[in-house]
């Protein structure tokens, strides 16, 4: 008994939900529009990167100056005092990474075969 493989419409829902918004739309040959999803998600998911590798780089300099004990509770608390200031360019950045992610599987869905 042999399954049947995935369309290719199956493969690229796969690819948009599980990997990288936009990246199903290479698999149906439309590389424009994957790229119109694509490219501001990999912008926000750097910017969000880096505001998280800059709260990291905080918490460890303060861990290893001594001021922050090795205590999971004070580091938790430290990083969600952190992540209380990372003011309005962090939810933009994930927003704008959601509304691709769910817009690529949509448009994916919407193309015609």
């Known amino acids: 008994m ?7 419409r199956n493969l690229a829902l796969l690819l948009s939900g599980l990997v990288f918004p936009g990246s199903g739309h290479f698999v149906l040959k439309r ?5 119109l999803f694509l490219v501001p998600a990999l912008v926000a998911l ?10 990291l780089d905080q918490v ?7 001021a922050l004990p090795l ?13 209380a200031n990372d003011g309005p360019a962090m ?7 959601v509304a691709c992610w769910v817009a690529s599987l ?3 869905l919407l193309i015609k075969p």
Do not use: F, W
């Open 2 to 8: 042999s399954g049947s493989p995935l369309s290719k």
């Open 31 to 35: 590389k424009a529009r994957g790229c």
């Open 46 to 55: 750097v910017l969000v990167l880096r505001q998280i590798m800059a709260r």
């Open 60 to 66: 460890m300099a303060q861990i290893d100056s001594g």
């Open 71 to 83: 205590d999971v509770q004070l580091i938790v608390e430290k990083v969600d005092a952190l992540s």
């Open 91 to 97: 939810t933009v950045a994930v927003g704008v990474l």
């Open 106 to 108: 949509i448009d994916t």
